[in-house]
């Protein structure tokens, strides 16, 4: 699990691979050790940790890390692959799990998985080139039926598709910009709204102006500013959301009291 390596050594390698700029706090220690420490990843709930660390072979430190887990189904990881189970089970005779899965367990959101640190860009290819290696060796080690990387960068997809043979899944997802179709960004959101349809405005207004009469009251709360009642309120309607969509709340209420606790100063929360 995330106790077998500092803090810095990971965040270290997460930095180098992603840059100061691109930083991705769902792949930074405190947030996969958050998941692990409230217990939403575990083997009982079929999220077995088995990160990849690479050491420096002659000081032992680390330039290289990926997340990994040992997957009994495929639930949490907002890619369908339930067909993939049964034409390997029917193809194979085999059963697909279990199976090995590099993401951030229950968080569909891109970024790099072959954590690589390196002076220059052909040191940390070089690095990723035996993380890439590494998951190969260790799918063959544990029997499993295959590895899966999920929501990575391209340049490391070109590495693991062009380079080391694996198989390219393609999904989809909608992430919104600000960038207007003739170019340049939008000044305000009734800049926003005159690029849209006319019915489309007309709606969007109506549901603001209902806000607004219904006297609601939002507030945006970060580090100190969120208690102990922000989180339990959160966490019921999270439940309420799972309920509505016939989900399962992956996440316990443990991992909220724990995000507050360590990564405050980064979760931003509307109440």
Not at 193 to 201: D, G, V
Not at 207 to 231: C, F, P, T
């Amino acid at each position: 699990g995330m106790d077998e390596v500092s803090a810095e050594d990971w965040d270290a390698c997460l930095l180098s691979a992603a840059g100061a700029e691109a930083y991705n706090p769902f792949l930074s220690h405190a947030f996969l050790s958050v998941l692990e420490d409230s217990g939403s990843v575990s083997h009982k709930t079929g999220w077995q940790s088995c990160h990849i660390l690479a050491r420096n072979a002659s000081t032992g430190a680390l330039i290289g890390c990926c997340p990994l887990y040992i997957k009994s189904h495929s639930y949490g990881e907002y890619v369908f692959d339930h067909s993939w189970a049964n034409a390997h089970a029917s193809f194979t005779g085999r059963q697909y799990y279990p199976k090995l899965q590099s993401c951030v367990p229950f968080t569909p959101v891109p970024g790099p998985r072959l954590l690589a640190s390196g002076e220059t860009e052909i040191e940390k290819t070089a690095v990723k080139r035996v993380l890439a290696r590494a998951l190969r060796t260790l799918s063959d080690q544990l029997q499993v039926s295959s590895a899966h990387v999920t929501f990575l960068s391209k340049d490391e997809w070109r590495q693991l598709g062009e380079e080391e043979g694996y198989v390219q899944r393609v999904g989809m997802q909608y992430h919104w910009y600000n960038k207007k179709a003739e170019g340049g960004k939008f000044d305000s959101f009734d800049d926003f709204l005159a690029e849209l349809r006319q019915s489309k405005r007309k709606n969007i207004r109506q549901e603001r102006k209902k806000v607004q009469k219904a006297d609601i009251v939002v507030k945006r709360l970060s580090g100190d500013d969120i208690e102990k009642r922000h989180w339990d309120a959160f966490y019921e309607f999270y439940l309420n959301t799972v309920d509505q969509k016939w989900g399962q709340a992956y996440l316990t209420k443990e991992f909220f009291y724990l995000l507050g606790e360590r990564m405050a100063d980064q979760v931003l929360l509307a109440v």
